[in-house]
């Protein structure tokens, strides 16, 4: 399973696009944790205290964020999904 990183997130993944071997139907949270068990660094930039993701990180399945979708982050992935994960972005 492919997954895109964007911004700060590249440098700790060590680019845009890393592969991911995972079953199929696996949830967006179990994927979240393989992210953050592959990227220790990540953890800190992703979730709070609790392991909430933060409000200002977006985990898109297919264009929709995941927050938002009806199962949040027990919503299925294929291996057939994109999924993009972006920290917040300044600028001006």
């Known amino acids: 399973m492919k997954v895109n990183f964007f911004a700060t997130l590249r440098d700790i993944a060590g680019g845009k696009s890393v592969e991911f071997e995972l079953d199929h139907g696996v949830t967006a ?33 297919n264009g929709r964020d995941v927050q938002f979708m009806e199962d949040d982050f027990q919503t299925k992935i294929t291996q057939e999904d994109t999924v993009n994960v972006f920290p917040a972005v300044g600028g001006g």
């Open 29 to 61: 949270q179990e994927l979240l944790e393989a992210i953050m068990t592959r990227f220790p660094p990540m953890r800190k930039e992703l979730v709070n205290e609790e392991g909430k993701m933060y409000g200002h990180v977006h985990f898109f399945i």
